[in-house]
């Protein structure tokens, strides 16, 4: 089955850092990935949709510039928060969607998700 | 706009007893209807989709879902629920290609008491 990994698992860091969190394809090739962000006990907020080699879009309210996205590779997309602060401590979801799948019958659309990234910003 | 309403937030079952966990849904054409399951810290498990056809949809762990177009719903049921199966559970939409933003419910948290 797909597999999507995402890295670290978590993080703790400083006000004003950034970081960075990696999103991978294990097994296929993702043109598109999703980032999402979950607030404790609330459900995933779509933030962004990256495309490989093109720039992503942004759900409204989500700002850009704060939360860069890069598709460089068909397996990778990563996400830096940048100068984080505690507002910013969540955790961070990615999906990749397998064009290999679609068109076959059932299985178009779907989106497979990695375990998360928790970040916390002191 | 597509949303998904849960409207139980929160649902404790006997163990052994049956499920039913609620879904509506609000989307200009056909939906893709999707249930997942997440253990605490951990990332969404796909349980079961609908995309088109017969509307019973069968899926992992022993869940089932029912895709009801008059009612707008899409609710997942269990006829006996495991102490494993305590977790939160999404329901979300989506649509076609060109149109794969998923939209999550707030989702139910499931409690099994013995």
């Known amino acids: 089955g797909a597999v999507v990994s995402q890295h670290p698992s978590w993080v703790i860091c400083k006000s004003g850092t950034s970081v960075k969190i990696e999103c991978r394809s294990l097994d296929f090739q993702a043109t598109t990935m999703f980032w999402y962000r979950q607030f404790p006990k609330q459900s995933l907020m779509l933030m962004a949709t990256?495309?490989?080699?093109?720039?992503?879009?942004?759900e409204q309210g989500v700002e850009k510039d704060k939360f860069l996205i890069n598709h460089a590779s068909l397996t990778l997309s990563t996400l830096t928060v940048t100068s984080a602060h505690p507002e910013d401590s969540s955790f961070y979801i990615c999906s990749a969607r397998d064009p290999g799948l679609a068109g076959a019958l059932n299985s178009y659309n779907e989106q497979f998700f990695g375990p998360g990234t928790r970040l916390t910003v002191l | 706009a597509q949303s998904v309403t849960q409207p139980d937030i929160h649902i404790t079952v006997s163990e052994g007893a049956s499920l039913e966990l609620r879904c509506n849904y609000s989307?200009?054409?056909?939906?893709?209807l999707f249930w997942y399951v997440q253990s605490p810290g951990q990332g969404l498990q796909l349980l079961l989709k609908?995309?088109?056809?017969?509307?019973l949809v069968q899926g992992i762990k022993g869940f089932e879902a029912e895709f009801k177009r008059s009612q707008s719903s899409f609710n997942l049921r269990k006829p006996s629920v495991h102490w494993s199966d305590a977790a939160e559970y999404f329901c979300?939409?989506?649509?076609?290609?060109?149109?794969?933003?998923?939209?999550f419910g707030t989702g139910t948290r499931l409690t099994i008491i013995p």
């Open positions: 990256s495309n490989e080699g093109s720039k992503a879009t942004y």
């Open positions: 979300a939409v989506g649509g076609p290609f060109g149109n794969e933003k998923l939209t």
């Open positions: 989307y200009g054409a056909t939906p893709y």
């Open positions: 609908y995309f088109s056809g017969d509307t």
